[in-house]
C-alpha cells in the first residue's frame, strides 16, 4: 500500500484558481496509477483525472476537462491538481487515490486514498 496526503485546498471565489498536491510515500510511486476524485456534500463520490505512472496517459471527466490539468513528479513521489475557472459546483472534497491497475475510472479500482481536502469556490 501507498501512503497519501493531500494539500492545498481552500477557500476561492469563482473564476480563480487553486493547486492542489498529493505527498506518496511506502511504494514507488511510479508503479502507480495515480487519480483525482471528489464528492461534494450529499453526493457520490466522483471521479476527476487520472494520469499512468509514466504520466503519458490522461483522463479528465467531462466536466472539468480544459479547466483543470493533473501531472505528477515522479522524483518527488508527488501528484498534483492545477484548478482554474473554478465554479461553485467544482466545490468538494477533493480525494487523491492510488491505483496498481492499468486501466478503470472506478472508486474500487483505486486501492490506496487520502483523507481529501476542502475545496471550497464562493459565488
Known amino acids: 500500500q501507498v501512503q497519501l496526503v493531500e494539500s492545498g485546498g481552500g477557500l476561492v471565489q469563482a473564476g480563480g484558481s487553486l493547486r492542489l498536491s498529493c505527498a506518496a510515500s511506502?511504494?514507488?510511486?511510479?508503479?502507480?496509477?495515480m487519480g483525482w476524485f471528489r464528492q461534494a456534500p450529499g453526493k457520490e463520490r466522483e471521479f476527476v483525472a487520472v494520469?499512468?505512472?509514466?504520466?503519458?496517459?490522461?483522463v479528465y471527466a467531462d466536466s472539468v476537462k480544459g479547466r483543470f490539468t493533473i501531472s505528477r513528479d515522479n522524483a518527488k513521489n508527488t501528484l498534483y491538481l492545477q484548478m482554474n475557472s473554478l465554479k461553485p459546483e467544482d466545490t468538494a472534497v477533493y480525494y487523491c487515490?492510488?491505483?496498481?491497475?492499468?486501466?478503470?475510472?472506478?472508486?474500487?479500482?483505486?486501492?490506496?486514498w487520502g483523507q481529501g481536502t476542502q475545496v471550497t469556490v464562493s459565488s
Open positions: 511506502g511504494r514507488t510511486f511510479a508503479n502507480y496509477r
Open positions: 494520469i499512468s505512472g509514466s504520466g503519458l496517459t490522461i
Open positions: 487515490a492510488a491505483s496498481r491497475t492499468s486501466f478503470g475510472l472506478q472508486r474500487v479500482d483505486f486501492g490506496s
